[in-house]
T-cell receptor, first 112, second 119 residues
Framework: DAKTTQPPSMDCAEGRAANLPCNHSTISGNEYVYWYRQIHSQGPQYIIHGLKNNETNEMASLIITEDRKSSTLILPHATLRDTAVYYCIVRDPNSGNTPLVFGKGTRLSVIA | GAVVSQHPSWVICKSGTSVKIECRSLDFQATTMFWYRQFPKQSLMLMATSNEGSKATYEQGVEKDKFLINHASLTLSTLTVTSAHPEDSSFYIC???????????????FGPGTRLTVL
């Protein structure tokens, strides 16, 4: 079962920042937070991951609260191509060959 | 880097026939591959874990005799849907975890998916 809670949907105006929240109140000390997204009729795409420090890459920023019970994925300047379902997943990378378990995610609609 | 391909991207078949879907890691070796299924407007559901050189591990409720998985090499896993029926129509997605390297924290890379329609 997914260990995260996300809002089912969000809208964002094109060019504005999209802030996608995720609650993971039962996260354990060894678990990382991963974010993936799935554009319609495509496979999931890795976005970013983090343990406890904020992370930034060319796609997005990840802000993790100090208690690690929640996080926010930030797309700084959303475009129409960012319309997708965004999945927040927690996993211990040292847990062997266990797969990523997907919850329902957040459907982000970027509006022109 | 870290590209996973699937073939075919879509397939239409008659009820009762078998369909084979290939999943390849193009630029890395993958000891472990995973197969997911996704119905319309639903999330990805794990079907099975495929380990190179050994039998696949199936999730509860997934018929191993219906969904045959073969992982004969470090870059190829196949899923064969045997005696397909309309209820097997779905989006099948594979993913692979690099045996070495990757992003350093166990990242899975996903294929583009295969849409199966059974008439």
């Amino acid at each position: 079962d997914a260990k995260t809670t996300q809002p089912p949907s969000m809208d964002c105006a094109e060019g504005r920042a999209a802030n996608l929240p995720c609650n993971h109140s039962t996260i354990s000390g060894n678990e990382y937070v991963y974010w993936y997204r799935q554009i319609h009729s495509q496979g999931p795409q890795y976005i970013i991951h983090g343990l406890k420090n904020n992370e930034t890459n060319e796609m997005a920023s990840l802000i993790i609260t100090e208690d690690r019970k929640s996080s926010t994925l930030i797309l700084p300047h959303a475009t129409l191509r960012d319309t997708a379902v965004y999945y927040c997943i927690v996993r211990d990378p040292n847990s062997g060959n266990t797969p990523l378990v997907f919850g329902k995610g957040t459907r982000l609609s970027v509006i022109a | 880097g870290a590209v996973v391909s699937q073939h075919p991207s879509w397939v239409i078949c008659k009820s009762g026939t078998s369909v084979k879907i290939e999943c390849r890691s193009l630029d890395f070796q993958a000891t472990t591959m995973f197969w997911y299924r996704q119905f319309p407007k639903q999330s990805l559901m794990l079907m099975a874990t495929s380990n190179e050189g050994s039998k696949a591990t199936y999730e509860q409720g997934v018929e191993k005799d219906k969904f045959l998985i073969n992982h004969a090499s470090l870059t190829l896993s196949t899923l064969t849907v045997t005696s397909a029926h309309p209820e097997d129509s779905s989006f099948y997605i594979c993913s692979a975890r690099p045996s070495i390297g990757g992003l350093g924290t166990d990242t899975q890379y996903f294929g583009p998916g295969t849409r199966l329609t059974v008439l």
